[in-house]
């Protein structure tokens, strides 16, 4: 059976500043969904990471299906109204566009979707990451898909032998999507040539060369772009199927112990280490750091179990003890060098005013 797995993600706005959104908030989401969405999704599942929801929808409808988008469009609408009801902070903010046009792609919200012909038994893992960017699944990507030293399956099982087709997308061409396809392992130096830069190549998608089937489905918005200015980060979702001519669910999860720094953290303008954290956490230190949340389900006919939320385990207690050292090494140095992003991806516009002013005064000796 064909099958489509949509995540949609949206901020529309959470208690005590960009932290988390509220029971009320996620209740009034899951109703509708639950009312509007019968005879359009198999099932759904209502997740949040940070101030972020995330709504995964199973249908056979096919990706950027009209009907799907706007249901998770107009279900960010009515969580939106909760929002101001209740005076929650940032209320409808990555509902960027005010009328509904055909699919959520440039509106805001993020969005990451697998078509797939559904095998016997479907394993597969929804992340959700906040105060970060798309680019930061580029090394865990990288990792668990083309670096035996990550993934023993490459060198071991014949059905991932063959290696992964990585599409990457610059998302600094805005004009139209600038794609290019790589294969791991033959391409291997360009695929990292590009993917060390997380603020301008992100992948896209990644196909299994032996089955063709695709793996890997994330999010590549760039909120700034559409808006024009700061709106908040680009807070990215992915989908990841795992097991047989895929990676295991152990090999996708391992890169995530590095805690590798990416952009976003406070005002989405500095680098903090990635922390993975169970469903039950958020942000809190310097409005980070910057997280990501794991779900692994399995679908039947379309039909979710319940999920698994993986990094909630005791191995990650360190992991996380870890994380918290390499974030409070960093904030030692405040703005200066590397704590703080480069002049161009700083999203908030009141430096350019500054530096303005300040070029005026300096004199040529
Ligand atoms: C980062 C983030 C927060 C806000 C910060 C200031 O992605 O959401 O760090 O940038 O809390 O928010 P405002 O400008 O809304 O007061
Ligand atoms: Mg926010
Ligand atoms: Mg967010």
Same mark, same amino acid.
């Given at each position: 059976?064909?099958?489509?797995?949509?995540?949609?993600?949206?901020?529309?706005?959470?208690?005590?500043?960009?932290?988390?959104?509220?029971?009320?908030?996620?209740?009034?989401?899951?109703?509708?969904?639950?009312?509007?969405?019968?005879?359009?999704?198999?099932?759904?599942?209502?997740?949040?990471?940070?101030?972020?929801?995330?709504?995964?929808?199973?249908?056979?409808?096919?990706?950027?299906?009209?009907?799907?988008?706007?249901?998770?469009?107009?279900?960010?609408?009515?969580?939106?109204?909760?929002?101001?009801?209740?005076?929650?902070?940032?209320?409808?903010?990555?509902?960027?566009?005010?009328?509904?046009?055909?699919?959520?792609?440039?509106?805001?919200?993020?969005?990451?979707?697998?078509?797939?012909?559904?095998?016997?038994?479907?394993?597969?893992?929804?992340?959700?990451?906040?105060?970060?960017?798309?680019?930061?699944?580029?090394?865990?990507?990288?990792?668990?898909?083309?670096?035996?030293?990550?993934?023993?399956?490459?060198?071991?099982?014949?059905?991932?032998?063959?290696?992964?087709? *990585?599409?990457?997308?610059? %998302?600094?061409?805005?004009? /139209?999507?600038? #794609?290019? !396809?790589? $294969?791991?392992? &033959?391409?291997?130096?360009?695929?990292?040539?590009?993917?060390?830069?997380?603020?301008?190549?992100?992948?896209?998608?990644?196909?299994?060369?032996?089955?063709?089937?695709?793996?890997?489905?994330?999010?590549?918005?760039?909120?700034?772009?559409?808006?024009?200015?700061?709106?908040?980060?680009?807070?990215?979702?992915?989908?990841?199927?795992?097991?047989?001519?895929?990676?295991?669910?152990?090999?996708?999860?391992?890169?995530?112990?590095?805690?590798?720094?990416?952009?976003?953290?406070?005002?989405?303008?500095?680098?903090?280490?990635?922390?993975?954290?169970?469903?039950?956490?958020?942000?809190?230190? *310097?409005?980070?750091?910057? %997280?990501?949340?794991?779900? /692994?389900?399995? #679908?039947? !006919?379309? $039909?979710?179990? &319940?999920?698994?939320?993986?990094?909630?385990?005791?191995?990650?207690?360190?992991?996380?003890?870890?994380?918290?050292?390499?974030?409070?090494?960093?904030?030692?140095?405040?703005?200066?060098?590397?704590?703080?992003?480069?002049?161009?991806?700083?999203?908030?516009?009141?430096?350019?005013?500054?530096?303005?002013?300040?070029?005026?005064?300096?004199?040529?000796?």
């Amino acid at each position: 059976m064909d099958i489509t797995l949509s995540v949609l993600k949206a901020d529309i706005g959470s208690i005590g500043g960009h932290i988390t959104p509220s029971e009320s908030l996620l209740s009034r989401v899951e109703s509708y969904v639950q009312n509007e969405g019968s005879g359009l999704l198999i099932d759904y599942h209502i997740a949040h990471t940070g101030d972020d929801i995330a709504l995964l929808m199973t249908h056979t409808k096919g990706e950027n299906n009209e009907g799907v988008h706007q249901l998770a469009w107009d279900a960010f609408q009515e969580g939106t109204k909760t929002a101001k009801e209740q005076g929650l902070y940032g209320a409808g903010q990555d509902l960027l566009k005010d009328a509904f046009s055909g699919n959520v792609k440039g509106m805001g919200p993020a969005v990451a979707e697998i078509e797939c012909e559904e095998r016997p038994s479907e394993p597969f893992v929804l992340f959700m990451a906040d105060k970060t960017e798309p680019g930061a699944y580029n090394l865990p990507l990288y990792l668990t898909f083309a670096d035996p030293m990550n993934t023993p399956g490459l060198i071991l099982s014949p059905n991932l032998g063959k290696g992964f087709k *990585f599409e990457i997308l610059d %998302i600094e061409h805005t004009e /139209a999507d600038r #794609v290019i !396809e790589l $294969k791991a392992p &033959e391409d291997l130096y360009d695929i990292a040539a590009l993917l060390r830069d997380n603020g301008r190549f992100v992948v896209q998608s990644i196909y299994s060369v032996n089955s063709g089937e695709q793996a890997v489905a994330c999010s590549t918005t760039r909120l700034n772009k559409i808006a024009g200015k700061y709106v908040g980060k680009d807070d990215p979702v992915a989908l990841v199927r795992t097991q047989k001519n895929f990676p295991a669910t152990g090999e996708v999860l391992a890169p995530y112990r590095i805690g590798h720094y990416v952009a976003g953290f406070m005002r989405g303008s500095h680098n903090g280490p990635l922390m993975p954290i169970s469903q039950r956490d958020t942000v809190s230190f *310097f409005d980070g750091p910057p %997280i990501v949340s794991a779900l /692994a389900f399995s #679908v039947k !006919e379309g $039909k979710l179990t &319940e999920p698994v939320d993986v990094f909630d385990n005791t191995f990650w207690d360190e992991v996380r003890t870890k994380v918290s050292r390499k974030a409070q090494e960093m904030r030692e140095q405040g703005f200066s060098g590397p704590a703080m992003l480069n002049y161009s991806e700083l999203e908030y516009g009141g430096i350019t005013e500054r530096m303005e002013k300040l070029d005026d005064e300096f004199r040529i000796e």
